[in-house]
């Protein structure tokens, strides 16, 4: 993500061999030109796994606003959001700043876990995750994220959720099935099978480019129209009532 002359890359930690005890956070680096790079370190909360964070390319009322996905790759997992006051908190969030943001989990959470079948009842195998970073639009920010699967359909799929442009926290609308799913031989039969997740959107034009991991092997692109996707989120039936933490 770039703000300014300057590229904030949010990647995933691994401390330990791969298996019941590795340790996964997020951790963030910056750069101008991609010759050196700053690395600051671990910024995920503690206690639990965490991954897949962004910024928003432009501070909102004055404050930096980022998401990250907390309790990744459990039924609880969450995207939350934390808000800073200046990029050098971005940076080097302060102590027991991100854990404040956890602990006050109804205030900060955008989207949580919940059953995305809405006529059967299915048991949650991974909350939802975030995906690309957010896309500003007229009608608000879009956002291309992992949401929730099931036992019955263990798999990584691609969804869109519209959020408000002056408080980016809240959930206009979202959609109801996932916009893409596994269905090619390289999304299917990966090094992680049964894989879609995406990693960066951008508006060209009158369409919305989405690049996704396919398989956690490959890249591929996918594009649609952006109004045309616009229209279908701010429908009767995606539109969510109550702003507050959104089923994802």
């Given at each position: 993500?770039?703000i300014?002359?300057?590229?904030y890359?949010?990647y995933?930690?691994?401390?330990?061999?791969?298996?019941?005890?590795?340790?996964?956070?997020?951790?963030?680096?910056?750069t101008?030109?991609?010759?050196?790079?700053?690395?600051?370190?671990?910024?995920?909360?503690?206690?639990?796994?965490?991954?897949?964070?962004?910024?928003?390319?432009?501070?909102?009322?004055?404050?930096?606003?980022?998401f990250?996905?907390?309790?990744?790759?459990?039924?609880?997992?969450?995207?939350?959001?934390?808000?800073?006051?200046?990029?050098?908190?971005?940076?080097?969030p302060?102590?027991?700043?991100?854990?404040?943001?956890?602990?006050?989990?109804?205030?900060?959470?955008?989207?949580?876990?919940?059953?995305?079948?809405?006529?059967?009842?299915r048991?949650?195998?991974?909350?939802?995750?975030l995906?690309?970073?957010?896309?500003?639009?007229?009608?608000?920010?879009?956002?291309?994220?992992?949401?929730?699967?099931?036992?019955?359909?263990?798999?990584?799929q691609i969804s869109?959720?519209?959020?408000?442009?002056?408080?980016p926290?809240?959930?206009?609308?979202?959609?109801?099935?996932?916009?893409?799913?596994?269905?090619?031989?390289?999304?299917?039969?990966?090094?992680?099978?049964?894989?879609?997740?995406?990693?960066?959107?951008?508006?060209?034009?009158d369409?919305?480019?989405?690049?996704?991991?396919?398989?956690?092997?490959?890249?591929?692109?996918?594009?649609?129209?952006?109004?045309?996707?616009?229209?279908?989120?701010?429908?009767?039936?995606?539109?969510?009532?109550?702003?507050?933490?959104?089923?994802?």
């Amino acid at each position: 993500m770039r703000i300014g002359d300057e590229y904030y890359i949010y990647y995933t930690a691994v401390a330990g061999e791969w298996g019941p005890d590795v340790e996964v956070r997020i951790a963030l680096a910056t750069t101008k030109d991609f010759e050196s790079v700053v690395k600051h370190g671990i910024v995920g909360p503690r206690g639990t796994a965490s991954k897949a964070a962004s910024l928003l390319p432009e501070p909102v009322d004055g404050q930096y606003i980022w998401f990250f996905t907390w309790c990744s790759d459990t039924p609880g997992s969450a995207v939350l959001h934390a808000r800073f006051d200046s990029l050098d908190q971005v940076r080097n969030p302060p102590p027991g700043f991100i854990a404040g943001v956890v602990e006050d989990y109804d205030g900060s959470a955008v989207l949580i876990s919940g059953d995305r079948a809405h006529l059967v009842k299915r048991t949650v195998r991974r909350g939802p995750e975030l995906g690309a970073q957010p896309v500003k639009t007229d009608r608000g920010w879009l956002l291309f994220y992992c949401n929730s699967d099931s036992e019955t359909e263990p798999e990584w799929q691609i969804s869109a959720a519209l959020l408000d442009l002056e408080r980016p926290w809240q959930v206009i609308a979202r959609t109801r099935e996932p916009l893409l799913r596994p269905e090619t031989t390289d999304e299917l039969d990966g090094v992680v099978p049964r894989v879609t997740f995406p990693s960066g959107a951008l508006i060209v034009g009158d369409r919305v480019h989405v690049y996704y991991g396919t398989g956690d092997q490959g890249i591929a692109l996918a594009t649609c129209d952006l109004a045309a996707l616009l229209d279908h989120l701010e429908l009767k039936e995606n539109r969510v009532a109550d702003r507050g933490p959104c089923v994802g």
